[in-house]
Protein backbone atom coordinates (compact mmCIF):
# COMPACT_ATOMS: atom_id res chain seq x y z
CA UNK A 1 0.00 0.00 0.00
CA UNK A 2 0.87 3.45 -1.05
CA UNK A 3 1.35 6.76 1.56
CA UNK A 4 -1.61 8.85 0.77
CA UNK A 5 -4.41 11.66 2.79
CA UNK A 6 -5.57 8.71 5.46
CA UNK A 7 -3.56 5.91 5.78
CA UNK A 8 -1.76 5.24 8.86
CA UNK A 9 2.00 5.10 8.71
CA UNK A 10 4.46 3.94 10.40
CA UNK A 11 8.33 5.51 9.98
CA UNK A 12 12.13 4.95 11.09
CA UNK A 13 13.51 8.58 11.70
CA UNK A 14 16.38 10.61 12.36
CA UNK A 15 16.64 14.15 12.14
CA UNK A 16 19.77 16.04 12.07
CA UNK A 17 21.15 19.56 12.02
CA UNK A 18 22.96 20.83 8.94
CA UNK A 19 25.53 19.70 10.77
CA UNK A 20 24.87 16.24 10.92
CA UNK A 21 24.43 16.32 14.56
CA UNK A 22 21.37 14.11 15.78
CA UNK A 23 18.60 16.42 17.29
CA UNK A 24 16.26 13.06 17.58
CA UNK A 25 15.56 9.79 16.20
CA UNK A 26 13.54 6.69 16.40
CA UNK A 27 16.30 4.57 16.71
CA UNK A 28 16.42 1.88 19.72
CA UNK A 29 13.05 3.42 20.85
CA UNK A 30 9.40 3.04 19.39
CA UNK A 31 8.67 4.22 15.73
CA UNK A 32 6.72 6.75 14.87
CA UNK A 33 3.06 6.04 14.28
CA UNK A 34 0.85 9.28 12.28
CA UNK A 35 -2.15 9.62 10.37
CA UNK A 36 -1.13 10.80 7.11
CA UNK A 37 -2.64 14.03 5.84
CA UNK A 38 -3.33 15.52 9.04
CA UNK A 39 -0.40 17.45 10.43
CA UNK A 40 0.87 14.98 12.69
CA UNK A 41 4.58 15.44 11.25
CA UNK A 42 6.63 17.79 10.12
CA UNK A 43 4.65 20.03 7.75
CA UNK A 44 7.55 19.88 4.90
CA UNK A 45 7.87 15.84 5.22
CA UNK A 46 4.52 14.70 4.56
CA UNK A 47 4.71 16.04 0.78
CA UNK A 48 7.80 13.87 0.27
CA UNK A 49 5.73 10.84 2.15
CA UNK A 50 3.19 10.67 -0.42
CA UNK A 51 3.58 7.33 -2.95
CA UNK A 52 6.01 5.97 -0.92
CA UNK A 53 5.24 2.33 0.82
CA UNK A 54 7.05 -0.47 3.31
CA UNK A 55 10.74 -0.40 2.91
CA UNK A 56 11.00 3.15 0.82
CA UNK A 57 14.17 4.95 2.76
CA UNK A 58 15.25 8.67 1.99
CA UNK A 59 16.81 11.68 3.06
CA UNK A 60 15.28 14.91 2.76
CA UNK A 61 16.67 18.43 3.81
CA UNK A 62 14.17 20.84 4.95
CA UNK A 63 14.44 24.78 5.00
CA UNK A 64 13.10 26.32 8.42
CA UNK A 65 9.73 27.66 7.01
CA UNK A 66 9.18 23.15 6.43
CA UNK A 67 10.75 22.23 9.15
CA UNK A 68 9.85 24.08 12.74
CA UNK A 69 9.28 27.94 11.39
CA UNK A 70 11.42 31.12 11.26
CA UNK A 71 13.11 32.04 14.76
CA UNK A 72 10.74 34.84 15.70
CA UNK A 73 12.73 37.00 18.41
CA UNK A 74 9.59 37.97 20.15
CA UNK A 75 9.20 34.77 21.93
CA UNK A 76 12.72 34.84 23.68
CA UNK A 77 11.93 37.19 26.83
CA UNK A 78 13.27 37.85 30.27
CA UNK A 79 12.03 37.04 33.64
CA UNK A 80 12.87 37.98 36.79
CA UNK A 81 14.86 35.14 38.38
CA UNK A 82 12.43 35.00 41.58
CA UNK A 83 10.28 33.21 39.14
CA UNK A 84 12.26 30.13 39.39
CA UNK A 85 13.13 29.98 43.12
CA UNK A 86 11.80 26.65 43.07
CA UNK A 87 13.83 25.52 40.56
CA UNK A 88 17.22 24.08 41.57
CA UNK A 89 18.65 22.70 38.46
CA UNK A 90 18.40 26.33 36.79
CA UNK A 91 20.90 26.64 33.79
CA UNK A 92 20.68 27.82 29.95
CA UNK A 93 19.34 24.23 27.93
CA UNK A 94 17.01 23.63 30.39
CA UNK A 95 13.59 22.96 29.22
CA UNK A 96 10.22 24.05 30.81
CA UNK A 97 6.26 23.79 30.64
CA UNK A 98 5.23 27.67 31.19
CA UNK A 99 1.64 28.79 31.57
CA UNK A 100 0.42 31.42 29.67
CA UNK A 101 -2.22 33.86 30.24
CA UNK A 102 -5.13 32.02 28.60
CA UNK A 103 -3.94 29.16 30.65
CA UNK A 104 -2.67 27.13 27.86
CA UNK A 105 1.32 25.73 28.23
CA UNK A 106 4.09 25.30 26.12
CA UNK A 107 7.65 24.15 26.29
CA UNK A 108 10.13 27.28 26.86
CA UNK A 109 14.11 26.92 26.95
CA UNK A 110 16.38 29.20 29.57
CA UNK A 111 18.52 30.45 27.05
CA UNK A 112 20.40 33.10 29.82
CA UNK A 113 20.69 32.97 32.93
CA UNK A 114 21.97 36.04 35.28
CA UNK A 115 21.91 37.25 39.19
CA UNK A 116 18.57 38.70 38.43
CA UNK A 117 17.12 37.25 34.89
CA UNK A 118 16.47 34.08 33.29
CA UNK A 119 15.69 34.70 29.51
CA UNK A 120 13.32 32.05 28.28
CA UNK A 121 12.79 31.30 24.21
CA UNK A 122 9.25 29.71 23.36
CA UNK A 123 10.94 29.21 19.77
CA UNK A 124 11.92 25.57 18.93
CA UNK A 125 15.12 24.96 19.59
CA UNK A 126 15.41 24.38 15.77
CA UNK A 127 13.59 27.44 14.41
CA UNK A 128 15.09 28.94 12.03
CA UNK A 129 17.37 26.22 10.87
CA UNK A 130 17.21 23.80 7.88
CA UNK A 131 17.16 20.29 8.78
CA UNK A 132 17.84 16.97 7.32
CA UNK A 133 15.38 13.91 7.90
CA UNK A 134 16.58 10.19 7.38
CA UNK A 135 12.95 8.56 6.85
CA UNK A 136 12.60 4.14 6.66
CA UNK A 137 8.78 3.65 5.83
CA UNK A 138 8.34 0.21 8.05
CA UNK A 139 4.32 0.47 7.21
CA UNK A 140 0.82 1.53 6.01
CA UNK A 141 -2.11 0.78 6.41
CA UNK A 142 -5.96 2.42 6.31
CA UNK A 143 -6.99 4.32 8.86
CA UNK A 144 -9.87 3.15 11.41
CA UNK A 145 -13.10 5.35 11.24
CA UNK A 146 -12.05 5.95 14.96
CA UNK A 147 -8.91 7.41 13.74
CA UNK A 148 -10.32 9.29 11.08
CA UNK A 149 -12.66 10.64 13.79
CA UNK A 150 -10.29 11.11 16.18
CA UNK A 151 -7.62 13.05 13.66
CA UNK A 152 -5.18 10.76 14.81
CA UNK A 153 -3.26 7.33 14.46
CA UNK A 154 -3.76 4.69 17.35
CA UNK A 155 -0.78 2.49 17.62
CA UNK A 156 -2.53 -0.04 19.68
CA UNK A 157 -5.38 -0.09 18.41
CA UNK A 158 -6.73 2.20 21.17
CA UNK A 159 -6.26 6.24 21.91
CA UNK A 160 -5.03 5.37 25.23
Same mark, same amino acid.
Given at each position: ??????????? !? %?? &??? =?? #? !?????? =? /????????? #?? $? #???? #???? *??? $?? =?? $??? +???????? =?? %? /?? %???? &???????? @? +?????? &???? &???? @????? /????????????????????????????????? *??????????? !???? $?? @???? /????
Amino acid at each position: MKISKNTVVTL !E %YT &LKD =QN #G !EVWETS =Q /GDEPWVYLH #GH $G #GIIP #GLEP *ELI $GK =QA $GDK +FSKTLEPE =QA %Y /GP %YEPD &LANSVPRS @A +FVDIDN &LAEG &LRLS @AQAED /GSTHTVTVTKVTEDTVTVDANHPMAGQSVVVDV *EVKDVRPATPE !ELSH $GH @AHAS /GSCH
